[in-house]
C-alpha cells in the first residue's frame, strides 16, 4: 500500500472501495437487451388469458339480447322528435327518434369516432357529433360527413302496447 497524506489507508477505509472487485457481475448493452426482452416476453405470456377474456366477450356482443326496457310511450313522442335513453346499462347513452307516424330508430350515441355524444337536431332533420361535426345518417346510422367511419351501433326497437322498447344492441363488422 501506498502512503497518502501521512497515512496508510486501510484495505476498506475509503469511499470507493465497492468499485471493481473481483467477480464483480457488470452487464453489456448485449446483457440488457436480453433482460429487457426477456422482461417483454414474460409480460407478453402473462397477459395472454386477458386477450383470451377480451375476444370471447368481444365474440358475444354482435346482437346480444338483453332485457326489454321500456323507452318511451307513444304518447309522449311526435314525429320528428328524441328520447335520450340508457340501454343495455345505466352507462350506455342512447338515442331514440320517431321519424314517422309508425317508424322509429334507435342508436347508442357515442361517435365512432372518438365516442363523443352524438345529438338529433330536429329542424335540420340530421344527427351530429359536435367534436370533430360529424354526421349521420337517421334512417340507418351511417356516416355521411366527418371523420366517423363506422356507424352508429343500432338498438332494435320494438313497439307493443302503446309504448317502445328497446331489446338488443346489433353491432357492426368493422
Not at 343500432?154 to 344492441?169: H, L, N, P, Q
Request: charged share 30%; aromatic share 8%; proline share 6%.
Amino acid at each position: 500500500m501506498t502512503e497518502r497524506n501521512g497515512k496508510i489507508p486501510k484495505k476498506d477505509d475509503n469511499y470507493t472501495h465497492n468499485i471493481n472487485k473481483n467477480n464483480e457481475r457488470q452487464i453489456d448493452r448485449r446483457g440488457f437487451m436480453k433482460v429487457v426482452a426477456g422482461a417483454a416476453g414474460v409480460f407478453a405470456v402473462a397477459s395472454l388469458p386477458w386477450g383470451g377474456i377480451a375476444a370471447k366477450e368481444l365474440m358475444g356482443l354482435a346482437d346480444k339480447e338483453y332485457p326489454r326496457q321500456k323507452i318511451t310511450d307513444l304518447k309522449d313522442i311526435a314525429v320528428g322528435d328524441s328520447v335520450t335513453f340508457s340501454f343495455p346499462s345505466e352507462h350506455d347513452d342512447a338515442l331514440l327518434i320517431r321519424l314517422a307516424e309508425d317508424k322509429f330508430v334507435a342508436y347508442q350515441n357515442a361517435c365512432t369516432h372518438l365516442r363523443c355524444p352524438v345529438y338529433w337536431v330536429k329542424d335540420e332533420q340530421e344527427m351530429i357529433c359536435p367534436c370533430h361535426h360529424g354526421k349521420f345518417d337517421a334512417e340507418t346510422g351511417a356516416p355521411v360527413a366527418g371523420p366517423p367511419r363506422r356507424p352508429l351501433p343500432e338498438i332494435v326497437v320494438e313497439v307493443d302496447g302503446g309504448a317502445v322498447y328497446a331489446v338488443r344492441v346489433r353491432r357492426y363488422e368493422a
